[in-house]
């Protein structure tokens, strides 16, 4: 595995609109090598009978095991947020949890994001 700094530039919504920029910091993920990821998304899909729900929290919870350190600040909110469940209380952590999975299934992503670590 590799660690990868997530630090959260342009979010885009559920629609794919770029969202306003609220959030400074970074959120630091295990991202598992190839053969694992493929793994991962095994495990996900299941017997292939699994509802998008079922897949959805199935693919949460084992994010949540890759994401190492929460450290997100919304200045304008007077907002901390150091925790992984925290984060998916508001719209814009949703869409950061998104990129998240997107790294999880998908890999580091080069160009966006701060690199490896």
Known sequence: MKTYDYIPRKI???EGNLMDQVFTGKVTIEVPFY???????RIVQ????ESNVDISMKTLEI???HVKEVD???DKHDLIIDN???LGLYQEGGAIITDLIQ???KGIPLGEGSGPS
């Open 103 to 105: 790294i999880l299934i």
């Open 35 to 41: 053969r694992e990821r493929l793994e991962i998304g």
């Open 46 to 49: 299941g017997d292939g009978k």
């Open 63 to 65: 994010l949540k095991k």
């Open 84 to 86: 992984f469940d925290d």
């Open 12 to 14: 885009k919504d559920e």
């Open 72 to 74: 997100i600040t919304c």
